[in-house]
């Protein structure tokens, strides 16, 4: 029996008109609430949707995208910064996790920040260095510097009250994924080891949000790009 022929029966034959239809269709809309009502929607942030043109790297174009607001607090020319795949400078010597594009943190500020509108749990993200060659931190390469040491992730409210955070892991030029495991945050602060001038730069992939708190590393999480 399918769910129509288990709703219709329910309803008197006499009344199986157009005001049987509607309370059908009430029905099976409560079904649908009910059993839909309990599942988030979970997304994986790629950035290989994003467009840009002739270029291989940018600043970010989008306030909103993804689900996300990417307004860094302050301002000023530090903020979110995508990259492509044979851009001379970011990612040399590496490849994206997934896709051809990456996010990075232009101008090398000290953190990144995202917002969210409503409070959603935070899953993790994957992170590498900005690029092969460039040395670390207080390194004498002859780039020298550029590449961030260190990374970790920070869970906040809407008043910047501090919820959680993940362990600090070293980045190399490998795609190391961080953990986060933080409910119901309304901003993350990605923020990285750097110099006083703030000119150290990483690489991050794959953000991964509105997935329960399961303790998988990494989670299930859907395709990259799409959405469950």
């Not at 008197?12 to 049987?20: C, D, K, V, Y």
């Not at 001379?88 to 990456?102: C, E, K, N, T, Y």
Request: include cysteine; hydrophobic fraction near 35%; charged fraction near 15%.
């Amino acid at each position: 029996m399918n769910v129509r022929s288990i709703l219709t029966s329910a309803v008197p034959r006499r009344e199986q008109g157009h005001l049987g239809f509607t309370r059908v269709m009430a029905a099976f809309a409560l079904i649908c609430a009910i059993g839909l009502g309990n599942h988030s929607k979970a997304s994986v942030i790629t950035f290989d949707d994003i467009d840009l043109g002739s270029n291989t790297r940018s600043t970010f174009p989008y306030t909103d995208y993804g689900g996300i607001n990417w307004k860094q607090p302050g301002s000023g020319e530090k903020q979110w910064g995508v990259a492509m795949e044979g851009d001379p400078q970011i990612l040399v010597g590496m490849h994206a996790r997934s896709g051809r594009q990456v996010g990075w943190n232009y101008n090398g500020p000290d953190g990144l920040w995202i917002n969210f509108d409503t409070p959603t749990n935070f899953n993790g993200a994957w992170f590498s260095i900005f690029g092969v060659g460039y040395g670390e931190i207080n390194s004498s390469t002859p780039f020298g510097n550029l590449n961030s040491k260190t990374i970790e992730i920070i869970g906040y409210d809407s008043s910047y009250s501090e919820l959680g955070r993940s362990a600090t892991i070293d980045l190399d030029d490998s795609w190391k994924y961080l953990d986060a495991s933080i409910l119901n945050v309304s901003r993350v602060l990605f923020r990285h080891e750097y110099l006083a001038s703030g000119n150290s730069w990483f690489t991050v992939d794959d953000i991964t949000f509105g997935l329960p708190i399961d303790g998988t590393d990494p989670p299930t999480v859907p395709e990259p790009g799409t959405t469950a």
